[in-house]
């Protein structure tokens, strides 16, 4: 069994905390990709690599690696540092220092110090200018062509954007350049279910798929009192139908653990007396299997040719990004985390998917993968109000610990 030194992880995870930290609770952090205190946060975790005994580098794209001095293939641990633009302390940072801290909880056993261990915080796991563009880059997913034309909301170009991180000319790590034998991430779950069932460690099966369409709602603008109901083509009509058709039929076509939401609406021109002319609703949806995924497109489809079959307001559909495929963890991995989580949490722990998507979900496609969650409480993420209690935070680092020294024994890597 590995012994992490709690403390330690919990003080390390406060100090990043504090580059960003935003809202009235202590948990908030305000950290996107490549902002000023991104940055420092990379410097200061290079630094810490280094004090662990690793050789530190920030890539040409922001990703923070620290190389193990030790031989042999290695297992890579980490995640991502960035955070939403209201995001909180622990999504993706718990991982990256799980990472720094399972290097040195086996550096400092003579049973386990001769372990390859390397560690990584991946750059923009949360979409500012590309979703998980450090692993993507990592993993020769980040072709030039798509790169030269990336701007951020704010319409700062990433090009700009690494020129100001004093990064335009630094090389880029690639999966090639060191033998791995995989790669673990640790998170907190983002959702409910770990704290409602009474578990504290989760271990990821398979990462679920992401798929997403826009609708373009195409009627007359006109005057709310004088246009009457039977004659009118109004879009804001044709988009409400069509979202309650969602509601009601997803169901019938869905999994256990499927989920979708209509979160962006626009009606135009947005005033109370005019009818609206136009309008476009956005609609994302999540499952492990393929299969369910689509079969939501198809009816979508089915209630687009449904509503523009009734006259009035007519629908288009369209792809609103490249469909996300399902990433499956690799059995191995997942059975050597599954024996650490029943060494540490008897009982306490659970086979589970991963509704939100991450960077394993990435570099899975280059080298075997598997995922640790700890419970979030209230289930919140993605928000100021995000924690985890401190035990558990101090559990799920165990756990990784012993399942990253039991895979690296099973490879070959025990002691002679």
Known sequence: MVTINGGRLLDDLRALRAMGAAGMGGTGVVRPAFSEMDMTARRWLAGRYEEAGLTAQIDGVGNVLGRSPNPGPALLIGSHSDTQPTGGWLDGALGVVYGLEVVRALAEDPATAHLAVDAVSWQDEESRFYGCM???????EFPATVEADLKDKDGVALADALEQAGLADTPRLAAGDRDYLGFLEAHIEQGPHLEQDGRRIGIVESIVGLGGMVFEFSGQQNHAGTTMMAGRKDASAALYALANGINEEFPKV???RSVWTMGRVVLSPG????????AELELQFRDVDPAILDKFEAVAHGLVEQINSRGGATVAAKPSRVRISPAHMDPGFQQHLSQAAELHAPGHWAAMPSGAFHDAGVVCGVMPCAMLFIPSIGGISHDF??????EDIVLGCEVLASGAASILRAAGGAAT
């Open 254 to 256: 869905a999994g256990a």
């Open 385 to 390: 109000a995000e924690d985890s209690h401190d």
């Open 134 to 140: 450090g692993s993507r880059s990592f993993c020769g």
């Open 271 to 278: 005033a109370p007396s005019i009818v609206p002319g136009r």
